[in-house]
């Protein structure tokens, strides 16, 4: 009998890159040996950081598999992408990353690579902290190509100090880079094409300069991009128990903040799939006849298939986070 879907739980996939901290871990409560966790794949259809479910009867799979297997039930029928369209992921920016950019989905038609367009939502700041994101008025590639020889590319990117709550827009083509004492929740297009453009004159853990694609990063960014990168939170419900935000919404995801202070539903009509993360409180998550009970910092993944979702707060209101297609 074919297994019946319901709300996912993923085992993530941890990435060590030598900028990372141990904030996920702690923030979060999560027991891990000691070390650098860098970013941590909450929801990752992809071979270089599979998830693996770690929940119910389906428990030991990786995404590929459920997502080959069951399709347009996990994915929804909004998107019309093989693989499931999205990388979702937590990032601990314990050091400054590099300055870079992705394609978007014309320029990877052109030149190859996977396109990305992301988003940041600020889960903490430390005093001080900023993010990078998109060049200042009057920034062309000339200008922009002197100041990496001159090692002076800060200078032309827009600075933007940031709190916990901030959400920053990233479309592919706008050159960004996470400054040091920044957790982020990020949504993205399922990509892991990177083109690095500036490090900042240091070297990798090996002593050596990391590899750099300035003419691969020239060739997509978009010079015209001149738009706000910080959004502002649209408020689509607010009633005395529930307050929904809409933070984001695109042609790949829509994001929303959802405050709940009573039980609810909400019902599929196949089309997409809703993805958690818990902010604030906890909630129970049903489905199938299922139930799941999600903390802050946890994620968790309703397939479109599931007909309906119960989401029920736990010792008092939740916050969560809500990913879905548009």
């Not at 369209?85 to 601990?92: A, V």
């Not at 394609?103 to 990877?108: K, Y």
């Not at 003419?215 to 607010?238: F, G, H, N, Y």
Request: aromatic share 8%; hydrophobic share 35%.
């Amino acid at each position: 009998m074919e297994t019946e879907l319901y709300p996912l739980r993923f085992n993530p996939a941890y990435k060590d890159y030598f900028w990372g901290g141990e904030d996920i871990v702690k923030k979060y409560g999560r027991r891990l040996p000691p070390g650098v966790y860098a970013e941590s794949w909450e929801v990752s259809d992809r071979l270089d950081g599979m998830g693996v479910v770690s929940n119910g009867p389906l428990a030991g799979k990786t995404f590929r598999e459920l997502v080959q297997r069951f399709g347009h039930q996990i994915t929804g029928t909004h998107t019309t992408t093989s693989g499931f369209p999205l990388l979702i992921k937590l990032i601990d920016a314990h050091d400054k990353l590099s300055v870079q950019v992705h394609p978007d989905d014309g320029s990877a038609r052109q030149f190859g690579g996977e396109a990305k367009t992301e988003m940041w939502y600020v889960l903490g700041a430390k005093p001080n902290s900023a993010l990078y994101c998109g060049l200042k008025p009057g920034v062309d590639r000339q200008k922009f190509e002197h100041a990496i020889r001159t090692r002076h590319v800060e200078e032309l990117l827009n600075r933007i100090p940031v709190a916990e709550g901030d959400v920053i827009y990233v479309p592919g083509g706008r050159v960004h880079a996470i400054d040091a004492g920044c957790l982020i929740f990020e949504v993205q297009q399922n990509s892991n094409t990177t083109y690095r453009v500036y490090d900042w004159g240091r070297v990798g853990l090996d002593g050596k300069p990391r590899a750099l694609h300035i003419q691969e990063a020239l060739r997509v960014i978009s010079w015209r991009d001149m738009s706000s990168p910080k959004m502002q939170p649209v408020q689509v419900i607010a009633q005395e128990s529930t307050r929904v935000d809409r933070l984001l919404a695109t042609h790949y995801f829509k994001i929303e903040r959802i405050q709940l202070g009573d039980p609810c539903g909400s019902k599929s009509d196949g089309g997409t799939f809703n993805m958690f993360f818990v902010l604030d409180g906890k909630v129970q998550i049903t489905g199938n006849g299922h139930e799941e009970l999600l903390t802050p910092g946890c994620s968790c993944l309703v397939p479109a298939a599931v007909p309906e979702c119960l989401m029920d707060p736990v010792d008092g209101p939740v916050t969560f986070l809500r990913v879905t297609l548009p």
